[in-house]
């Protein structure tokens, strides 16, 4: 990591070294939310999907549990938003002729980000050596609080009869990431304003850490499932698509894959603990409609589906997700996710 540090340094040296009139600069506002739809989590579900059910049960009373008390399912379903301000400088970077090499660049990000939980800044630097490649790495760190919801905290089983504890600004959690991406438009081969199909594949190696979490201790963040371990995560996203010079002017569909890849570091010897299965990978997919409303605003609509988890019957009411057994992955409507921006 140093070393790439020290590489990264070098390059944004020499970045500096151009004339400042070959210097783009960007300044944008994101609005990003979504509406989760009521789910069981898998509960009795039958021929791997289940549908939107805002049905809460309590099954302490009739499951013999190690950690009973969870309910299981949501009256409401779920929402969350968050707001970012991002700085772009772009500069010029190994130029060369042609179409493949005249757009070489380095861009350089800052960001800040704000939810109802948290509060976290990015920088990121990507290089773009070749018109259909691109490298990124960053570094991404935050903390949180507890409005309601909970932001941040350790997810320990028995603590209080809650394994969920709320521990506002206790730490940092942060995120050292490095990410490729292959994209191409068939209207570099064939141009015209209706030849536009995308294509765009990243990967993304992240380690991503809590600073008060000990080795094996679980946390919670922006109030999300707790199932978070200090360690190293891969981060998958393809999509296919197609541009239009109308004002819906991207549809296309959208794959997100996530799972750990160090799973040696969150596995459990422990007896008294089920498999809930570290390796596996969850995913959301669904299409995406991109709507660019002026020449300043965009907006994004998701309706995405997601591959997730599913616990069996008699352990899916344990508080503690390390006491619930996996039994198998299930597809179920998950949300309506939006993201709006505006170019200042």
Do not use: C
Not at 35 to 42: K, V
Not at 66 to 91: H, I, T
């Amino acid at each position: 990591m140093i070393r790439k540090s020290i590489i990264l340094i070098l390059l944004i040296i020499q970045v500096f070294s151009f004339a400042e009139d070959a210097v783009t600069t960007k300044l944008s506002l994101d609005v990003m939310g979504a509406y989760y739809l009521g789910s069981q989590g898998g509960y009795n579900a039958e021929g791997g999907f289940a549908p939107p059910t805002y049905e809460v049960l309590d099954l302490s009373p009739s499951v013999p549990l190690l950690d009973p008390g969870r309910p299981v399912g949501s009256s409401w379903g779920g929402a969350e938003a968050k707001v970012a301000l991002n700085y772009v400088m772009k500069f010029p970077f190994l130029v060369g002729d042609g179409a493949l090499m005249s757009g070489n660049n380095l861009a350089v990000k800052f960001s800040g980000e704000l939810s109802p939980v948290s509060i976290n800044a990015l920088a990121a630097t990507t290089l773009t050596p070749i018109a259909f490649l691109n490298f990124t790495l960053g570094l991404k760190g935050g903390t949180g609080w507890a409005i309601g919801f909970n932001g941040l905290g350790k997810n320990l089983p028995g603590v209080n009869n809650e394994s969920a504890q709320e521990e506002p600004f206790s730490g940092l959690v942060y995120e050292i990431f490095a990410s490729g991406v292959f994209q191409f438009d068939l209207a570099a081969l064939v141009p015209g304003d209706w030849n536009h199909v995308v294509v765009l594949a990243e990967g993304k190696v992240i380690y991503k850490a809590f600073t008060n979490a000990g080795p094996n201790e679980a946390w919670v963040w922006e109030a999300d499932s707790g199932m978070n371990f200090n360690g190293f995560w891969f981060k998958g996203s393809y999509f296919l698509g197609y541009q239009m010079p109308i004002v819906l002017n991207t549809a296309g569909f959208l794959v997100e894959t996530s799972q750990y890849i160090d799973t040696d570091n969150v596995e459990r010897s422990k007896s008294s603990l089920a498999d809930w299965n570290s390796a596996f990978m969850a995913m959301r997919f669904g299409p995406l409609f991109n709507f660019a409303l002026t020449e300043n605003m965009s907006l994004a609509v998701l309706p995405q589906f997601k591959y997730d988890r599913k616990f069996t019957n008699a352990t899916a009411g344990n508080r503690y997700f390390e006491y619930r057994e996996f039994e198998a992955g299930f597809v179920y409507f998950d949300r309506i996710a939006f993201s709006y921006s505006l170019s200042l």
